[in-house]
């Protein structure tokens, strides 16, 4: 038992072997219509279990910045406003206050907790990150994509402790002891041994009562993160992993289940309060959770999904036909979903009728509650020591330069980043670069214009320009036929990118047309594709500047895998800290770019 365990009492224990938490929604249990039956057995015949559940914190334990830091929210004359949210101080006292006055309540959450993280916790390998984790009393989460950055050995010592087998530990005296909670990895292997790399599912429990958890990660994680970080593991179907070892638990007694899933859909409305079953079960939700839902055997009763950064609270129907919970809290910790099981003691299962009083809903995690004091004085410990470099200016802007804020494929950030990417590898010697392409996934944030700390407006401090580019990709520049370059561009919209486009960011010079009218690769008008005004020659080779995720192949880009004479250049981060300061003064701040360097038909 662990410490935290330890602390929050002998009666709440988990048994080794179950898995991760997964979110119920607004409906009650299982394929088990039990509802009147335990009404006639008394009062004690059923407890409800709060569920409390996010997902992709991705280390933000300070209130995130610019549009990565507000929720949309329906206001009851049917108008949307952003409503500012998030900050670990802020989530510990929301949660706290919402185990107030629930004998059993657990908290789970569907995976990327860290990777991708801002300065001061991806500076110390996502360090802080896990150990507020482990004070917001998380019980449970599943593997996403994003744990994998660092590959198996360094995810290993995220879960079991010990420092950092290069840069040792970072404060005299203290030794990382890891996350007291679990991390699920069901449909994670050793390609060797074919064996789970860390725990397939677990067991909470509390005063007789027994909820199991699976968790798993997208069976496509070896897509979105570099070969390095999945090297020797295999992703194997999320669906088949979860019925395996849902079987697995009930035969072990275990009636009760959740799954946490690191995939996720695309709710109908951007609103964190809008009725996802406006229409009926599974109306208002598309996306990857809702084959996979469709799927999962109903002896599954919530799922906790993730990775889409999305918010809904929706019902989608079991393959019996029963609607069941399906739950997403966002990202970066702007919300949490709060969610009411109904447990049967006589059947040790999850009542899954609509009776009145059950539900889940999503809640934001505002800025106007207390601020948790362990976590301020956590996250000033950890910020002494990343101020000297996180604090030092890089450059100044005239307004926000929106990224992953953007509501166009094409985003200002894009333009900036690309272009810095373009200006460093350009030189002959550093690689000839003519064009530059970058994935829109790896724009972590926006570049705000209003001031994160004590730097002032305008200002970009290091730590903001680790925030947007955080991975640290070295740049790669190849040879690519304009054949290959348009075959690329079309893979933005055809094969695994079809039913979600991933539109690549484009430097100065290259320009396009995109045709959202027509189907497949065809969107991608290959006439229009142009650099410097001049049509892309198919035949003739053109020298691309790329990450080294893309140039792997990474996001369904298998073309960019045929580049040849690759050079290593610089980081992705230091083309573009090199770039705001050749570009921008206190005086001269960088306008944000208008992003028309491709056309949209729609």
């Known amino acids: 038992m662990s410490a935290r365990l330890g602390r929050r009492g002998a009666a709440r224990r988990w048994a080794t072997g179950v898995a991760v938490l997964a979110a119920a929604a607004g409906v009650l249990s299982a394929a088990n219509p039990a509802g009147a039956d335990a009404q006639r057995h008394g009062p004690d015949r059923t407890v409800d279990v709060q569920l409390l559940s996010f997902n992709d914190l991705h280390g933000n334990l300070e209130p995130p910045q610019g549009s ?62 896990i150990e507020a984790l482990n004070k917001l009393d998380l019980d449970v989460t599943s593997v996403g994509n994003h744990e994998f950055d660092e590959g198996r050995a360094e995810l290993t010592r995220v879960q079991n402790g010990g420092c950092h087998p290069k840069e040792g530990c970072y404060e005299k005296g203290r030794t990382f002891r890891g996350a007291d909670f679990p991390y699920l990895a069901a449909n994670v292997t050793d390609e060797k041994t074919g064996k789970p790399i860390l725990q397939p599912y677990t067991v909470w429990r509390h005063k007789g009562v027994k909820v199991g958890f699976i968790g798993v990660t997208l069976e496509g994680t070896p897509d979105v993160v570099t070969a390095e970080g999945v090297k020797g593991l295999k992703f194997h179907d999320e669906v088949e992993t979860i019925n395996k070892y849902a079987k697995e638990l009930q035969r072990k007694g275990v009636k009760s289940i959740v799954a946490l899933i690191h995939e996720g859909g695309l709710p109908a409305s951007a609103a964190y309060n809008d009725d996802c079953d ?22 599954v009763d919530a799922l906790v999904t993730g990775h889409t950064h999305q918010a809904y609270a929706c019902t989608i129907p079991d393959p019996s036909g029963t609607p069941r919970t399906v739950t997403s809290a966002a990202s970066f910790g702007r919300l949490y979903t709060d969610t009411t099981l109904t447990y049967d003691r006589r059947t040790n299962d999850i009542v899954r009728t609509t009776v009145k009083g059950a539900h889940a809903a999503n809640h934001v995690v505002d800025r106007d509650r207390p601020k948790a004091a362990d976590m301020t004085s956590l996250i000033g410990r950890w910020n002494k020591l990343a101020t000297p470099v996180a604090s030092k200016p890089v450059g100044y802007v005239s307004g926000d330069i929106n990224g992953r804020g953007a509501s166009t494929y094409e985003s200002p950030l894009g333009d900036v980043i690309t272009d810095s990417q373009l200006e460093a590898l350009a030189p002959d010697g550093k690689g000839g670069a003519q064009i530059a392409l970058m994935n829109p996934g790896g724009i972590r944030s926006d570049l705000a214009y209003k001031a994160s700390g004590g730097e002032g407006d305008g200002v970009v401090t290091y730590g903001e320009a680790f925030t947007v580019q955080p991975f640290t990709n070295m740049m790669n520049v190849v040879d690519l036929t304009g054949a290959q370059l348009i075959t690329a561009l079309q893979q933005q919209v055809s094969g695994s990118n079809e039913a979600s486009p991933r539109i690549l960011q484009v430097s100065r010079g290259l320009t396009y047309t995109l045709d959202l009218t ?43 895998k045929d580049g040849k004479n690759k050079l290593v250049g610089a980081s992705d981060l230091e083309a573009l800290t090199a770039y705001l300061g050749a570009h921008s003064s206190a005086s001269a701040p960088l306008d944000p770019p208008k992003a028309d360097r491709i056309t949209i038909v729609k």
Do not use: C
């Not at 993280?117 to 991806?122: F, K, Q």
């Not at 406006?278 to 002896?299: C, L, Q, R």
């Not at 650099?531 to 880009?557: H, S």
């Open 518 to 560: 027509k189907s497949g690769k065809d969107r991608v008008i290959t006439g229009t594709v142009k650099l410097n005004g001049e049509p892309i020659d198919p035949a003739k080779t053109y020298r691309v500047a790329m990450n080294e995720f893309l140039a792997g192949g990474g996001d369904g880009f298998s073309a960019f």
């Open 68 to 129: 990565s830091g507000t929720v949309t929210e329906t206001q009851p004359d049917g108008t949307t406003k952003a409503v500012p949210a998030g900050g670990a101080e802020y989530l510990a006292t929301a949660l706290r206050q919402a185990r107030k006055g629930h004998a059993y309540s657990v908290t789970a959450a569907a995976g990327d907790m860290i990777g991708a993280s801002p300065l001061m916790s991806g500076l110390f390998h996502d360090e802080p990150t």
């Open 278 to 299: 406006n229409g009926g079960a599974g109306k208002g939700i598309s996306g990857p959770i809702v084959d996979i839902a469709e799927h999962v055997t109903p002896k």
